[in-house]
C-alpha cells in the first residue's frame, strides 16, 4: 500500500507541474471594455476550437483528475 501512495504523490506532482504550465501560457483575459464586447466570438472556425478553448478543455481536466488524485491520496494516506 505504500507503493501505491509513493506513486500517486508522484503522480500529483507531475500533475501539479503540468497544472501550473498549462495556466501560465495562457494568455491573460484582461483586455478591459475591448475584451467585453464581441471578441469571444472569433474563437472557432468551421467548429474547430481555438487555442484558448483547448487550454481551457486541458486545463479544467487536469484539475479534475488531480482533485480525484487528491482525494485518493487522502483516503489512502489514513
Do not use: P, W
Not at 504523490?9 to 500533475?15: D, Q, S, T
Amino acid at each position: 500500500m505504500a507503493i501505491v501512495h509513493g506513486l500517486l504523490g508522484v503522480l500529483i506532482f507531475v500533475l501539479s507541474v503540468a497544472l501550473i504550465y498549462v495556466i501560465t501560457i495562457q494568455e491573460s483575459k484582461i483586455d478591459g471594455l475591448q475584451g467585453q464586447i464581441g471578441s469571444a466570438s472569433v474563437s472557432t472556425f468551421k467548429g474547430k476550437a481555438g487555442k484558448e478553448e483547448l487550454l481551457n478543455s486541458i486545463t479544467a481536466r487536469l484539475a479534475a483528475v488531480l482533485c480525484i488524485c487528491l482525494l485518493l491520496y487522502a483516503i489512502l494516506g489514513r
